[in-house]
T-cell receptor
Framework: DAGVIQSPRHEVTEMGQEVTLRCKPISGHNSLFWYRQTMMRGLELLIYFNNNVPIDDSGMPEDRFSAKMPNASFSTLKIQPSEPRDSAVYFC?????????????FGPGTRLTVT | GENVEQHPSTLSVQEGDSAVIKCTYSDSASNYFPWYKQELGKRPQLIIDIRSNVGEKKDQRIAVTLNKTAKHFSLHITETQPEDSAVYFCAASKGGSSASKIIFGSGTRLSIRP
């Protein structure tokens, strides 16, 4: 298994531009999580899906952020318009949530820089 | 909602000594407590986890303890080695449900002095 796949690995964009981050979870996993990591705020959960349905988006910072999961093998996190304070590493993670396990497998992350 | 506090934020120990990281959680319904290790520039990876029906779990040089009454859990690393240098995150979750999120602590940056 290739693990969780994220693209792009690095993104540099100018303030005001739209940014789309992509994630392919591990095949067979039923839950997908988007996190943001910065030095100041640590590892923050933005939103998570179970069986492609958004369960909790309380961590999404503002309306500029949106996430979709159109099918079990793909999710996007979009920022429109982007701002310099959005600069961070964005991780996607997936898990097979059942009575036996909640282990989350993280992707390699997307390092976003907004200038 | 759940809140996880982690201490210390930074920890420096001599190679070969032990390191202990402590966490507390607020939601008594939490029953799954994983620990993740994140090396510089890498992704967080699970190193050990414990469920609330167990008080202690050990895997080679790593052990976790859980005190449900006090809502405390700890990570113990013995005979530390340079490759143990990383950021460690504790977390808590209501495991066993079909849709549950993991709440992470703020992380501990562990440095091993040669």
């Amino acid at each position: 298994d290739a693990g969780v796949i994220q693209s792009p690995r690095h993104e540099v964009t100018e303030m005001g531009q739209e940014v789309t981050l992509r994630c392919k979870p591990i095949s067979g996993h039923n839950s997908l999580f988007w996190y943001r990591q910065t030095m100041m705020r640590g590892l923050e959960l933005l939103i998570y899906f179970n069986n492609n349905v958004p369960i909790d988006d309380s961590g999404m910072p503002e309306d500029r952020f949106s996430a979709k999961m159109p099918n079990a093998s793909f999710s996007t996190l979009k920022i429109q318009p982007s701002e310099p304070r959005d600069s961070a590493v964005y991780f996607c993670a997936s898990s097979l949530q059942n009575r036996a396990s909640n282990e989350q497998y993280f992707g390699p992350g997307t390092r976003l820089t907004v200038t | 909602g759940e809140n996880v506090e982690q201490h210390p934020s930074t920890l420096s120990v001599q190679e070969g000594d032990s390191a202990v990281i402590k966490c507390t959680y607020s939601d008594s319904a939490s029953n799954y407590f994983p620990w993740y290790k994140q090396e510089l520039g890498k992704r967080p990876q699970l190193i050990i986890d414990i469920r609330s029906n167990v008080g202690e779990k050990k895997d080679q040089r790593i052990a976790v303890t859980l005190n449900k009454t006090a809502k405390h859990f700890s990570l113990h690393i013995t005979e530390t080695q340079p490759e143990d240098s990383a950021v460690y995150f504790c977390a808590a979750s209501k495991g066993g449900s079909s849709a549950s999120k993991i709440i992470f602590g703020s992380g501990t940056r562990l440095s091993i002095r040669p």
